[in-house]
């Protein structure tokens, strides 16, 4: 547990860091940065039987990338907005918060871990979770 207490401090910091240096506040960085990467991703969805109707989610995400490692292993920290939003069963569905990680990146794969405050609103619920992952993203063209 003494662990975990370490890395969430750490990954606060971290998001508190993002979120100043990249808002501008005048913060100075006492290590070089690499890279202040972001993204965002969204998808809208109409479930015909009903279950869930029509919904958007996604996420908006702007991290930092402190150091390259020997066989190009990028570390990365990263703050993140997630939104679930569904038009039917919105108790279960509809879900949103803020989440900040730590991951090893090498393309095309992303090896991390995040916690994730995530709320219910219609539930006035919450659930914090702790979560690891092994993510890969790769697209090609067939015509080049």
Known sequence: MEWYCRVRRIVVGTAAL?????????????VDIEALPGS?????????????GPGVQGFVNQGIDWVTLPGKLTLNTFAELRYRVRENNKNFYNTYG?????????????????????????????????????????????KR
């Open 40 to 52: 965002t991703w969204g998808q809208a969805t109409y479930e015909a039987t009903g279950l869930t």
């Open 98 to 142: 803020p989440a900040v990680g730590v991951e090893f990146r090498r393309k095309p794969f992303h090896l991390g871990v995040d916690y994730y405050w995530e709320r219910f609103p219609e539930l006035s619920d919450s659930s914090n979770r702790l979560g690891y992952y092994l993510s890969w993203y790769y697209d090609w063209d067939l």
């Open 18 to 30: 993002v979120l100043t240096g990249t808002l501008g506040l005048g913060m100075s960085w006492a």
